[in-house]
């Protein structure tokens, strides 16, 4: 027994002994690899310059490289890039495509075309050449973004083009043949080119249905046919006299309208449309006779005064300014009158305008009464959208005054069977024309 536990013991510290050597082992490993990357980083800071050096070297010969490569292929492909330029360029001119475009289908809608039959000739070659120069230049370009943009946004502004000038067909070919070709050889995809293309489609054909359907329920029953045109002596009017025949035993009118307010081309005219006015009219039908003739300024003057000596006319806010009446002028009004928003404007209100437990105090605003007056100066019916107007006799307009207005010296006067009807002056003074373009003849 003695012997075994002897043994025993031995056995046991060799096992201690054989452990103690392993961990000195591994500490002089750890010990040996730490100095050594110790002594590599060392290495490596000092040697760092020449790395960040040799580093830079080798970025700057690959981006040599790839620039000799570039310019090698943007040698190759000198012409594409070119083209491409060239094709950028020439696809602004699809912009003034569009202008054009839309500045014509605007024309349709605000005037009459006509094309004198001789010119129609002359005006079909010269509006092609055009057609064919824009559609070349669109189809060279049809893959650059602006050339589809515009060829697609002008397509609707055909509309209005073929709708007011069926009867020139030297117009709508050449037109038509344009907006086809441009639209199908455009470079867009071709799923966008056919939803658009149903789309316009259905807009030209619903458009055309309605407003002729339009047309003819507007229709009335009556005929009109004009008997006699013509121009006044100063060539700033043009007159109609047209017969009306309906139920009633029909009537016969005069209607008039500027002749200054047109755009003249070579090969066509552009008629402005809106301004036509009934200056006289008799029931039933009856053989008008007209008469031009032309008068002075201080004549026609004297003639109204003469038949009636209290004539006034009243002056809009610019012939006010033109006058010099803007100066001092006020117009009284009821705080009732005036809207919500122009009472705050004026830093009033009434008690209609004060809301849940607003109070005037409140809201930094004066409480007027509905029936309390408000003085408002010119400046302040302009700035609140208001109208200015002020009653002046003609006895008190002077010379200077009917120029400043805008009245010639030799003014058109028309007769029709013996009886005045028209005065030129009365016109420019009651702005008979200006700014008051009527829309209905888009229904006649």
Same mark, same amino acid.
């Given at each position: ?27 002089? *490993? ?58 950028? @360029? ?16 605007? #024309? ?10 001789? %010119? ?25 973004? @602006? ?7 002008? %397509? ?29 050889? #455009? ?23 309605? /407003?002729?359907? @339009?047309? +003819? ?19 700033? /009017? ?58 002075? *300024? ?21 012939? %006010?300014?033109?006058?010099?009446? +803007? ?23 009434? !008690? ?9 105090? !409140? ?36 010379? !200077? +005054? ?15 069977? +013996? ?26």
């Amino acid at each position: 027994m003695s012997e075994q536990r002897k043994s025993a013991r031995e056995g046991g510290k060799q096992r201690q002994a054989g452990i103690g050597d392993v961990c000195r082992a591994l500490w002089k *490993r750890i010990k040996k690899t730490t100095k050594r990357t110790a002594n590599r980083c060392k290495e490596a800071v000092k040697n760092l310059p020449q790395t960040i050096k040799n580093g830079c070297r080798a970025m700057a010969d690959r981006a040599k490289k790839k620039w000799r490569r570039l310019m090698k292929q943007a040698k190759q492909n000198r012409k594409e890039i070119i083209l491409h330029a060239v094709q950028f @360029v020439l696809s602004f001119a699809s912009v003034a495509y569009l202008i054009g475009v839309v500045m014509l289908a605007l #024309n349709c809608l605000l005037y009459r075309l006509e094309i004198p039959p001789a %010119m129609q000739s002359g005006f079909c070659v010269r509006l092609s050449l055009i057609c064919a120069g824009f559609a070349a230049v669109m189809i060279f370009t049809r893959r650059q973004i @602006v050339t589809r943009f515009c060829i697609m946004a002008a %397509m609707p502004f055909y509309f209005p083009i073929f709708l007011f000038n069926t009867e020139y067909k030297v117009l709508m070919i050449p037109l038509g043949l344009l907006g086809i070709v441009t639209f199908f050889a #455009n470079g867009a995809k071709e799923g966008t080119k056919t939803i658009l293309g149903t789309v316009y489609l259905m807009f030209y054909v619903l458009g055309a249905f309605c /407003y002729l359907n @339009v047309l +003819d329920l507007l229709k009335t029953s009556s005929v009109e046919t004009v008997t006699e045109a013509g121009i006044s002596p100063s060539g700033a /009017y043009r007159y109609e006299i047209i017969e009306v025949q309906d139920q009633a035993g029909g009537n016969t009118y005069v209607s008039l309208e500027p002749n200054t307010y047109d755009i003249r081309y070579d090969h066509c005219t552009f008629y402005a449309m809106g301004y036509d006015k009934r200056i006289y009219l008799e029931r039933p039908l009856t053989d008008f006779q007209p008469q031009w003739l032309t008068a002075t *300024r201080a004549d026609i003057k004297n003639e109204l005064i003469a038949i009636n000596p209290d004539v006034a006319f009243t002056m809009s806010a610019a012939q %006010m300014e033109l006058l010099g009446l +803007d100066k001092g002028y006020t117009k009284d009004y009821k705080a009732s009158a005036l809207s919500r928003s122009q009472r705050f404007a004026l830093g009033i209100c009434i !008690s209609n305008d004060l809301i849940g437990d607003q109070t005037p105090e !409140s809201e930094g605003l004066t409480l007027y009464k509905k029936s309390d007056i408000v003085t408002l100066t010119y400046q302040q019916i302009k700035e609140l959208g208001l109208t200015a107007s002020v009653e002046v006799k003609l006895a008190d307009l002077t010379e !200077s +005054d009917l120029v400043a207005l805008g009245v010639p010296e030799e003014n058109d006067v028309l007769l029709i069977n +013996d009886k005045v009807v028209f005065r030129q002056l009365i016109a420019v003074l009651e702005d008979t024309f200006d700014n008051a373009r009527s829309f209905g003849y888009l229904l006649e």
